[in-house]
């Protein structure tokens, strides 16, 4: 059995392209793996909790390899609780928007809220960071309103802070296996229905692509 975890980073709803994108995928995904669990998770309505001050002195005690004090001790179950569930799943998929170039501040909490060391990295003085999530994927489902691939367009309508932080922040984690499904632009387009059918055709295609799911060896 597989457990995908579906990152929702869109507060759009039914009305995001980028959560229907997502779905698309998620259906073919199914039809070729009847026994797949998909774990949704919508960073709107999932209760993170702030990333305060006794967190940051929890998470650089556990860097130093010091003992964590009572609040420290409480802040970092409180972290281990989220971050277990993403480090659960074998699979990952994120239906992410471009905000101001980059992603919706929800997605980022999240993420500042789960990468921790012990957890998803780690870190030596002399090696630097190691990924402890190696052998998992993820499939990025990116969409903008007015940004697209620089081939694509012309002038250009800002920049790509959005794929390019995502890329990085997984290698970090480990992940190095990361395809893309895109949408840019969605508004300064002569046909965005088309555009939208070209982008769902080829979530379906990738989703064949990726065939039967293997469980992560853990």
């Known amino acids: 059995?597989?457990?995908?975890?579906?990152?929702?980073?869109?507060?759009?709803?039914?009305?995001?392209?980028?959560?229907?994108?997502?779905?698309?995928?998620?259906?073919?995904?199914?039809?070729?793996?009847?026994?797949?669990?998909?774990?949704?998770?919508?960073?709107?309505?999932?209760?993170?909790?702030?990333?305060?001050?006794?967190?940051?002195?929890?998470?650089?005690?556990?860097?130093?390899?010091?003992?964590?004090?009572?609040?420290?001790?409480?802040?970092?179950?409180?972290?281990?609780?989220?971050?277990?569930?993403?480090?659960?799943?074998?699979?990952?998929?994120?239906?992410?928007?471009?905000?101001?170039?980059?992603?919706?501040?929800?997605?980022?909490?999240?993420?500042?809220?789960?990468?921790?060391?012990?957890?998803?990295?780690?870190?030596d003085p002399a090696a630097g960071y190691s990924g402890l999530l190696a052998d998992r994927h993820a499939t990025l489902v990116l969409t903008s309103g007015a940004y697209g691939p620089p081939a694509f367009t012309s002038p250009a309508f800002g920049e790509d802070h959005q794929s390019t932080y995502l890329r990085a922040w997984l290698n970090q984690a480990g992940i190095t296996a990361i395809d893309e499904i895109r949408f840019q632009p969605t508004l300064l387009t002569s046909d965005p229905d088309g555009d939208l059918l070209k982008a769902t055709q080829r979530a379906r295609e990738l989703a064949r692509e990726h065939g039967m799911f293997e469980t992560v060896a853990t």
């Open 1 to 123: 059995m597989t457990t995908l975890l579906h990152v929702r980073a869109s507060p759009r709803g039914d009305g995001s392209k980028s959560t229907r994108l997502a779905e698309a995928y998620l259906a073919d995904a199914r039809s070729n793996n009847p026994d797949l669990v998909v774990d949704t998770l919508d960073v709107w309505t999932e209760p993170l909790p702030v990333f305060d001050g006794d967190k940051v002195a929890a998470k650089m005690s556990v860097i130093g390899g010091q003992d964590l004090t009572g609040l420290q001790k409480s802040a970092w179950e409180e972290i281990v609780s989220v971050a277990d569930r993403f480090r659960s799943a074998d699979r990952y998929v994120f239906s992410v928007p471009m905000w101001n170039g980059g992603i919706p501040y929800r997605l980022k909490q999240y993420i500042d809220i789960i990468h921790q060391p012990g957890l998803l990295w780690g870190l």
